[in-house]
């Protein structure tokens, strides 16, 4: 396991250049506090909002359709044939689920390959993709399971920026899952064994599409509110309501899809909703904007570093 030791160690080696470099704007803030001269260059300047995110912002006012969250009768006809996976299809995703695993720098056997979501059940539209889950044994890398989750999720975020695979016009999301996690879903087919392991049933109830709405516009005003905030230059508040409305965004689609609704539960919805409307990608380009501006130094410390 020589290359997850060299993983870890390069883990622990940026985790203490991290903790240097806090350290060492903690101690220019008190040198610049003690210091005799005040407000003198360079730092009398207030920091530049070099990145904008008010075009972003903008765009989260685009209306999903409900339409495109309605149940049809059949499984989607180009991706299945009388319930079984097209053996083209099938044949595609294992080469790719296949490629990923051989292009990790460690070692660990697959113990089953997934498709999920909405193209494994009956409500796929136009905006569903892959979800192909690579199922594995976290404990065979390391017993620190949070270290080997970030080492998956960093890989396959590697993975699912550099490719642009369609099949039939759907994007191929990998994801690499514990064989100990629950996963919540009412579809899910493994692709090594072609067989279903939940057949997915036809939902009959009506979606609830109107409060799926109301919860959803609601995330996205308190996401505008923090990106007020970062441009504003109050990043330790903005990181902390990032933080907040990712967990509170995690939470409530944990609560939908472990309803009895399922994908269909007002929560879910809600979340694909903002996932449509790239909410969940503006909130992470918000973090990592303010957490580089709070390590830089292009202007004055003054509430930058401030906890307000």
């Known amino acids: 396991m020589k290359e997850w030791k060299n993983y870890v160690s390069a883990i622990q080696e940026v985790n203490s250049y991290r903790n240097r470099i806090k350290s060492y704007v903690s101690d220019r803030n008190d040198l610049l506090n003690k210091g005799g001269n005040k407000n003198t260059p360079p730092f009398t300047k207030k920091m530049g909002s070099h990145v904008t995110f008010d075009k972003q912002v903008d765009n989260i006012d685009e209306e999903v359709e409900p339409e495109s969250f309605d149940t049809h009768d059949t499984l989607e006809p180009r991706i299945w044939n009388d319930e079984k996976l097209s053996p083209k299809i099938r044949e595609k995703l294992l080469k790719i689920a296949t490629d990923f695993m051989k292009g990790l720098p460690a070692k660990v056997s697959v113990k089953d390959i997934t498709l ?55 994007e191929v999301e990998i994801y690499v899952e514990d064989q100990r996690e629950s996963h919540k879903s009412s579809g899910i087919y493994s692709i090594m064994r072609d067989e279903w392991i939940k057949k997915p049933k036809k939902y009959q109830s009506e979606i609830d599409f109107t409060s799926a709405r109301r919860k959803a516009d609601d995330l996205e005003f308190q996401v505008n509110i923090v990106s007020n905030l970062v441009n504003a230059g109050r990043l330790k ?37 903002l996932r449509r409307n ?5 909130l992470n380009d918000l973090k990592t904007k303010a957490y580089d501006s709070m390590l830089g130094i292009n202007g004055e410390d003054d509430g930058i570093y401030g906890d307000r």
């Open 116 to 170: 999920t979501g909405s193209l494994a059940n009956y409500n796929w539209s136009s905006y569903s993709d892959f979800d192909l889950h690579i199922i594995v044994d976290f404990y065979e890398l390391d017993a620190n399971l949070v270290l080997v989750k970030s080492f998956f999720d960093n890989a396959r975020m590697r993975w699912n920026d550099k490719h642009n695979i369609l099949i039939k016009g759907y």
């Open 278 to 282: 790239d909410i969940l990608g503006l």
């Open 237 to 273: 508040l903005a990181l902390r309501n990032i933080e907040r409305l990712k967990r509170k965004i995690r939470n409530m689609r944990r609560a939908g899809l472990e309803s009895k609704q399922q994908e269909f539960s007002v929560e879910n919805i809600a979340f694909k909703i």
